[in-house]
Nanobody
Framework: VQLVESGGGLVQPGGSLRLSCAAS????????MSWHRHAPGNVRELVAT????????NYADAALGRFTISRDNAKNTVYLQMNSLKPEDTAVYYC???????????WGQGTQVTVSS
């Protein structure tokens, strides 16, 4: 099983980034996917989720209206489009795959997002 995040980097406040998470080694379409972030001195927090079947999305308050989670089951990839970025969005962003049916959770290695002028 692998989850490989990409797309992080340095961006100015107000800018945008699109994170990608490429999955392999499991039946991607059957897993709920989510993005989490971890900033220094803070606990890891949930940013957004998207269900496997149905693609229902949910967002943390901090992400609502600025971030969009999506998935392409044909490419085994989940995305996080981040707009209107703020310095407080600076963190390592992780993707996670979850299945209650299989009793499995998988994490990626993370990608750094830094919002600074």
């Amino acid at each position: 099983v692998q989850l490989v995040e990409s797309g992080g980097g340095l961006v100015q406040p107000g800018g945008s980034l699109r994170l990608s998470c490429a999955a392999s080694g499991f039946t991607f379409s059957e897993y709920d996917m989510s993005w989490h972030r971890h900033a220094p001195g803070n606990v890891r927090e949930l940013v957004a989720t998207i269900t496997g079947p149905g693609g229902v999305t949910n967002y943390a308050d901090a992400a609502l209206g600025r971030f969009t989670i999506s998935r392409d089951n044909a490419k085994n990839t989940v995305y996080l489009q981040m707009n209107s970025l703020k310095p407080e969005d600076t963190a390592v962003y992780y993707c996670k795959a979850h299945s209650s049916w299989y009793g499995a959770d998988y994490w990626g290695q993370g990608t750094q997002v830094t919002v600074s002028s």
